[in-house]
């Protein structure tokens, strides 16, 4: 049988085996479900890469979990990582709002002000290097503050139309 086709029965075999087990191992060791489900994801599709090259494992469940583990354990590291360097950057003066008004009149233009945007993106990312590990979060991110703050801006918590009080923010 070929290498690649022997990998992938292999890790095919173990997912529908002990993918339960290997999930409530992680959630054990790691505390977060998602973590764990995201860190599982992660090592199967590491085993179809690494197990095509070098052969399947003579515990392959082993390899999964321990390898889901050390995945596990990066995700957590940079989620933290992250919130310290997003709480350093949030505190500074220049991100920082010092009344409410003035915090809604940064999220409106933050989120109306394409170049705006992009100088606060750059800031970030010029300052913490990667924040997600997943690039494709930020423009999604910015995509969801458009149309919160679009929202935000047509109406008031009662529901009414508020387009011509919040003219005043941008």
């Known amino acids: 049988m070929e290498p690649s086709l022997r990998a992938n029965a292999a ?11 290997i999930v ?4 054990r060791l790691v505390g977060d479900f998602d973590v764990a489900e995201e860190a599982s994801q992660e090592a199967f599709a590491a085993a179809v890469d690494q197990w095509t090259s070098s052969g399947v494992p003579e ?10 583990r050390h995945k596990a354990i990066d995700r957590i ?8 360097k997003l709480d350093a950057y949030a505190a500074t003066e220049s991100t920082r709002a010092v009344d409410e008004p003035d915090y809604v009149r ?12 992009e ?6 990312l010029a300052a913490n290097g990667v924040l997600y590990e997943n690039p494709a979060v930020l423009p999604e991110l910015e995509q969801f503050f458009v149309e919160a703050v679009g929202k935000a801006r047509n109406l008031t918590t009662d529901g009414t139309d508020n387009t011509d009080e919040n003219r005043q923010f941008m």
């Not at 409530?24 to 959630?27: E, K, N, P, R, V």
């Not at 515990?59 to 999964?64: D, G, N, S, T």
């Not at 590291?77 to 310290?84: G, H, Q, S, V």
């Not at 100088?119 to 970030?124: A, E, L, M, P, Y």
Request: net charge positive; no cysteine; aromatic share 10%.
């Open 24 to 27: 409530a191992t992680l959630i």
């Open 77 to 84: 590291r940079r989620r933290a990582r992250l919130e310290e």
């Open 119 to 124: 100088q606060v993106r750059s800031k970030i």
């Open 106 to 117: 940064r999220a409106v233009r933050l989120g109306t002000d394409p170049v705006w945007r």
């Open 59 to 68: 515990f392959p469940r082993a390899w999964i979990i321990q390898t889901a």
């Open 11 to 21: 890790v095919d075999a173990v997912y529908r085996s002990d993918w339960g087990r």
